[in-house]
């Protein structure tokens, strides 16, 4: 790694949501800026969330008013920005008989219809599940039912283009790089640090450093900066289980479980149901966090409360548990702990400043950075005005209801390949899709296959724009193709990057 004698404006500490939302917001604005990732870009909680840009109906039973607010306002706007890759899910909460009443749920969803700024998206309306095909899936005795709006979103590909934009407007993004020290000397930072792989080091001076590691927040103030009495975050391991689809249509369902929790089962990837999560309190390492026996038996037996036909271990297709770093609010249970976000400034511009991030959540990501840009602009002076509101992320320029549009474009370029194929590089890549594919006519003209439709070509984009540098970069966070592909083309897969590596190609 070449030591960079330049200084920047703005160091940013990790390559999740949050951080590169940050880098994005201020690059945009005119601040130089440098982003760290020990990882991937999301290799952490920004993967492994229920994948939902959403108001979080539960947390009105917290009282958590400004935070649902902002999130349902979000909604929208996100949905705007990337078309792509988030777009509305309607979800049936079915009234379950000796749990929260009819009326409270009804209440609940009134709140929940006129408190955020909806649009575009349908409000509440009641169902008969007697009578009503979503009841289909259902047990009988599940009679009343309340349909509402959300939104779904591919969570690690929003990182990876609000990396992509952040890079687009002048932000260094480096993955597999550790900020192994952090010290302060005449205004500004000295960050120490060094590639994960090489073992390389070398240093950035900057002027203001911005904490957003997300679970290794505090472990940031400890080892790199040197603070010892540090306790900010609560680590909240959240599981969920991919299973063989459980019911046809498009709809998700939203579950309550006795114990006052609840769980979602939601469409994934066309072929899939995912049910999720869990709360449980976590301590040790994040980077090893895995579902528990106990957590995968909770989540068979929630949907299985609700679903006529069981819900077995034998249906699991894959796994993935997530390490929430909420902010410590010394709450008795973890399912009570806040969703919301804090930032803290410690120092000024005369001494070094830094901003810490705690907590947040995949809807609020670009509030919260907009925040965090008070809190930097407050330090280092103000550059351009908030401007995410009304921006595009890469491949998000169209309208929120064009994106059926977008594909008959692509059909029409592209008449030689299967609209399956196409449609999904829609889903993925948007506008740019046709960057992906380029003057390809065949499937064969997009190099070596690695099954399930996964191509050379699509590899080398992701490698080139995106920082994909192993094949779980590709299969599990650029895509999910890692659902679709066998062993033996994941071995194809990996045995390509080791000689790609050979020949010195990064």
Known sequence: MAKRDNITDVFVIGGGVNGCGIARDAAGRGFSVFLSEMGDLASGTSSAATKLVHGGLRYLEYYEFRLVREALAEREILWAMAPHIIWPLRFVLPHHKGLRPAWFLRLGLFVYDHLGARKLLPPTRTLDLRTDPLGRPLKDGYSTAFEYSDCWVDDARLVALTARDAADKGAVIQTRTKVIGASRGNGMWTIRLQDVDSGLRGTVKARLLVNAAGPWVDSVLREAVGQNEVNHVRLVKGSHIVVRRLFDHDRAYFFQNKDGRIIFAIPYERDFTLIGTTDQEFSGDPRGVAISEEETQYLLAAATEYFERPVTAADIVWTYAGVRPL????????????????????????????????????????????????????????????????????????????????????????????????????????????????????????????????????????????????????LWRRTKLGLRIGMGDKARLEAWFEARKARGKK
């Open 327 to 474: 902010f410590n609010d010394h709450k008795s249970k973890a399912q009570e702990a806040t969703r919301d976000y804090v930032l803290t400034t410690e120092g000024d511009a005369a001494s070094g400043a830094l901003v810490n991030v705690f907590g947040g959540k995949l809807t609020t990501h670009r509030r919260l950075s907009e925040e965090a840009l008070e809190h930097i602009e407050t330090i280092l002076g103000k550059r351009g005005k908030p401007w995410t509101k009304d921006s595009k992320l890469p491949g998000g320029e169209f309208g929120p209801l064009e994106f059926d549009v977008q594909v008959e474009r692509l059909n029409e370029l592209y008449p030689n390949l299967a609209d399956k194929f196409l449609r999904r590089l829609a889903r993925q890549y948007g506008t740019r899709a046709v960057t992906v594919l380029g003057d390809a006519k065949r499937m064969q003209d997009l190099g070596e296959g690695f099954g399930a439709d996964l191509t050379q070509r699509e590899v080398e984009y992701l490698i080139d724009n995106e920082w994909a540098r192993t094949a779980d970069d590709i």
